[in-house]
């Protein structure tokens, strides 16, 4: 009968205790825990027993599993009720729910103990990660590492860079080399404002003293002289040959086909435009416009 009556206070004490601390009340958190702790130790250390592999995989000892039973206290006394029975029996429910997050995280799988047991442990792909210090092979203490087989991506983009400004640098050699030899200087001027300075076809004119269609006329003549000569068609091929096939991947295939189809349909649209420009020009200055 004492028995009983002990249990029943130890409840109403629980519960109590519970209500102030869910309101926000510190030091009755903190009596709620010191009065369950030794119910918390022994749930706990039964799971421990049982389930010592998947806490030694987590890296949880005894003592840890102790820390996390104080943050299932916290969460019984948020959403305990009186109408949910015993609080100590909400409280295991609070345990394990805790222990299934200090181990598994949020991401879980089922596996199969040595007794035959079902248990969760975590999924988390970075468990099965291992060091990138790692040999390949791990009986030849000169074998390469796991590390040393990735690609690093700042000195490949280094070496890119370095390979697209020595292909730069001589087709700016090329193009300086052909302006000086087939062009007049007025229409090598005006390519170099154009493309070098990136100036507008307005700015060109009126630093040139000319309206800014006759500068589009230079531009276009010019840039036909040049079109026909080998030393620069050469580099319009190359271009098409291996300055096309970069962003080959998947990706950029599926986005918008590949490459070499972009810079076909691109070619094709400024063919385009250039025929349509011409018509406009000979419709309204008439065919000395283009001569």
Known sequence: MEQKQAKNDQQATDAALAALAAAGNAFALGQLWEVNKGFIRRQ?????????????????????????????????????SAEQGNFTTYLSYALLKQIRTATCGEHTRGVTTDDGRRVAVSANPLNECSSLDVRLDEADEGSSTKGETI?????????QQA??????????????????????????????RRY??????????????????????????????????????????ETISTQAWRGTGFGAWKSGGSVQE????????????YEEHVRELVEKYGISAII
């Open 196 to 237: 070098y300075d990136g100036q507008s076809l307005r700015a060109i004119g009126e630093e040139l003293g000319v309206q800014q269609e006759r500068i589009r006329q230079i531009e276009r003549r010019a840039c036909r002289k040049l079109s026909g000569l080998p030393s620069i068609q050469r580099w319009h091929d």
């Open 151 to 159: 690609e690093d991506p700042a000195a490949t983009q280094a070496f």
């Open 44 to 80: 706990l250390w039964q799971w421990y027993e049982k389930n010592k592999p998947v806490a030694d995989n987590a890296g949880l000892s005894f003592e840890d599993l102790v820390q996390e039973g104080y943050f299932a206290v916290d969460y019984a006394a948020k959403h305990y």
């Open 163 to 192: 390979e697209d400004g020595v292909y730069t640098e001589e087709l700016h050699t090329a193009l300086e080399t052909a302006m000086t030899q087939h062009l007049t200087e007025r229409e090598a001027a005006v390519l170099r």
């Open 262 to 273: 972009r810079t076909v349909e691109y070619w094709d649209e400024q063919v385009k435009k």
